[in-house]
């Protein structure tokens, strides 16, 4: 019911836009918070950004603040993390998940649904 989207081969300093788009009748997007994680190759996942169910007061990771800015558009039924000046160290797998909740969390246990996964690779 997530579909994560808009991975690639980018150099440092380019910029992406991962989205994250719901689907299914029942899924009503505007009751679930959204977070995005990723995990690179021999690492823990982490959380990176996530935003409540009606937008607002979003949360970034500190390796990623000031550089990625999540958003949705609960109409639409998707989220998105833009992601600015991107570095080596960004490269891993991403993912979205969505918690039937109002406010958001980097604890993964508190998402309900995920995305399969989209590949963000960082090199020159």
């Known amino acids: 019911q997530l579909q994560a989207s808009g991975g690639g081969l980018v150099q440092p300093g380019d910029s992406l836009t991962l989205a994250c788009e719901a689907s299914g009748s029942g899924f009503t997007f505007d009751h679930f918070a959204i977070g995005w994680f990723r995990q690179a190759p021999g690492k823990e996942a982490e959380g990176v950004s996530c935003i409540p169910n009606s937008g607002g007061l979003t949360q970034n990771v500190d390796s990623v603040k000031g550089r990625f800015t999540i958003s949705r558009d609960n109409a639409k039924k998707t989220a998105w993390l833009q992601m600015n000046s991107l570095k080596p160290e960004d490269t891993a797998t991403y993912y979205c998940?969505?918690?039937?909740?109002?406010?958001?969390?980097?604890?993964?246990?508190?998402?309900?649904?995920w995305g399969q996964g989209t590949l963000v690779t960082v090199s020159s």
């Open positions: 998940a969505a918690a039937r909740a109002i406010s958001c969390s980097f604890w993964r246990e508190f998402y309900t649904y």
